[in-house]
């Protein structure tokens, strides 16, 4: 439904897009995921027509937009501080619009009341905005933007502005309101958990370029590069030679010494260098030396990072390579009897088919 072709926007010197190509479907929540000043916003406001390319094009539904005003494209934006009218109630918030394009009342009061209930709003209709919570100001923004009826919704950090427990709400229910309006969203943001939980598809952006381009548990579980694997949750980078092959599997030397003596070999090409990936919650842990790991490591707590439900437990490995562990302290049958102390001697494995291998 939009395409974006080899788009590229400079500030002078400074290429904050560099000729990005991407295709957005129909009704798909997009995420735009990346670290501040990787040029998601700068790609929201081309899309929306407030910023024009320095090259490439935008098309929408085949059409290029590209030298459209903002006002004339079928897209509509929601701005992170809501930029409601103070002075108006949220019944002539969401009218807005409907009101300067001069609707029939009876269509625009159709279509506020329908907008009202979608958004879990009407006893908040003669409300002003100063007298709602951030998470209903926000919706109202969204019922501002949508009774427009446009193709595709733009969101910049529409979760930025909430504290993390409304967040955690609000993600659910954006999500929730996508599917129900079935309208196209992009949406902007630097917090991978939020891109996780809610896109259909994201982008992984690096100094204006698109990283990675997939399904959330694709860039979660396959990243293709070192810097998406630590973007996007966290991992242990574990950099190494292989040493020797044998059919499925892979023997790994690392810088410190350590071995890491089996590993599926999957795809990987006749190359020396490798990274295995491997998360916190792929490293298991026990006092005791286990009768049988495909990689084991003895080693020594140095801290526990106490997150209730469970702990990060840093460990120092063999020669000196610190890992993180994730440790389950509340396990579904109840409490864990297992606890571990820092400075203890620990064993530390995980399988041959654990973790993701990254090379060039
Ligand atoms: N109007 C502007 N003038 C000059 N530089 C800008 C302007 N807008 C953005 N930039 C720069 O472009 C880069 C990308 O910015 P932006 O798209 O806002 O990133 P993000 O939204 O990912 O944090 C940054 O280096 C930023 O400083
Ligand atoms: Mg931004």
């Given at each position: 439904?939009?395409e ?6 400079h500030?002078?010197?400074?290429i904050?897009?560099d ?10 929540l997009?995420?735009?995921l990346?670290?501040?000043g ?6 929201l ?7 024009k390319p320095t ?5 929408l539904?085949g059409?290029d937009?590209?030298?459209?005003p903002?006002h004339?494209?079928n897209?509509?934006t929601?701005f992170?501080n809501?930029a ?12 807005y ?7 029939p009342q009876d269509?625009?009061?159709k ?9 879990h ?6 409300s002003y905005?100063?007298?709602l919570s ?5 919706r109202?923004a969204l019922?501002?933007?949508l ?13 930025g502005?909430?504290?993390?427990k409304l967040?955690d709400k609000?993600q659910v ?5 996508q599917r129900?309006?079935?309208t ?7 917090n991978?958990e939020e ?8 982008a992984?952006m690096?100094?204006?370029n698109?990283?990675q381009l997939g ?9 293709t ?8 949750g966290?991992?242990?980078?574990l950099?190494?030679?292989?040493v020797y092959?044998?059919g499925?599997f892979?023997?790994?030397k690392?810088a410190?010494g350590?071995?890491?003596?089996k590993?599926a070999k999957?795809?990987?090409?006749e190359i020396?260098?490798i ?9 298991k842990?026990w006092?005791r030396k286990?009768?049988?790991e495909?990689?084991?490591f003895e080693?020594?707590?140095r801290n526990?990072?106490f ?10 490995l ?11 302290n ?9 606890s571990?102390q820092e400075?203890?001697?620990?064993w530390?494995?995980?399988t041959k088919?654990a ?6």
């Amino acid at each position: 439904m939009l395409e974006l072709r080899n788009l590229s926007k400079h500030y002078g010197e400074l290429i904050a897009v560099d000729n990005v190509s991407l295709e957005i479907r129909h009704n798909e929540l997009f995420c735009l995921l990346g670290p501040s000043g990787s040029g998601k916003t700068t790609i929201l406001r081309m899309i929306a027509g407030f910023e024009k390319p320095t090259s490439g094009q935008i098309l929408l539904e085949g059409k290029d937009i590209t030298k459209i005003p903002p006002h004339k494209r079928n897209v509509n934006t929601v701005f992170q501080n809501y930029a409601l009218f103070p002075h108006l109630n949220v019944r002539d918030n969401i009218a807005y619009g409907l009101q300067i394009r001069k609707f029939p009342q009876d269509e625009i009061e159709k279509r506020v009341k329908h907008y009202l209930k979608i958004m879990h709003l009407p006893d908040k209709r003669y409300s002003y905005p100063h007298q709602l919570s951030g998470g209903q100001q926000q919706r109202v923004a969204l019922a501002r933007a949508l009774i427009n009826e446009p193709a595709i919704i733009l969101l910049d950090e529409p979760l930025g502005a909430l504290d993390e427990k409304l967040r955690d709400k609000m993600q659910v229910e954006l999500s929730n309101i996508q599917r129900t309006v079935k309208t196209t969203f992009i949406m902007v943001t630097h917090n991978q958990e939020e891109s996780l939980t809610m896109a259909d598809r994201i982008a992984v952006m690096k100094d204006g370029n698109i990283e990675q381009l997939g399904l959330p548990e694709e860039i979660y579980s396959t990243p293709t590069s070192r810097f998406v694997a630590e973007f996007i949750g966290d991992t242990n980078i574990l950099e190494g030679d292989i040493v020797y092959r044998d059919g499925d599997f892979l023997k790994i030397k690392l810088a410190t010494g350590d071995v890491i003596q089996k590993i599926a070999k999957r795809n990987v090409p006749e190359i020396d260098q490798i990274l295995l990936s491997i998360r916190p919650e792929q490293l298991k842990m026990w006092k005791r030396k286990p009768e049988y790991e495909d990689n084991l490591f003895e080693g020594t707590i140095r801290n526990e990072v106490f997150y209730g439900d469970f702990s990060i437990f840093i460990v120092e490995l063999g020669n000196g390579l610190n890992v993180q562990v994730m440790f389950q302290n509340i396990l579904p049958s109840g409490v864990n009897k297992q606890s571990f102390q820092e400075k203890e001697q620990i064993w530390v494995g995980w399988t041959k088919l654990a973790g993701h291998l990254l090379w060039d």
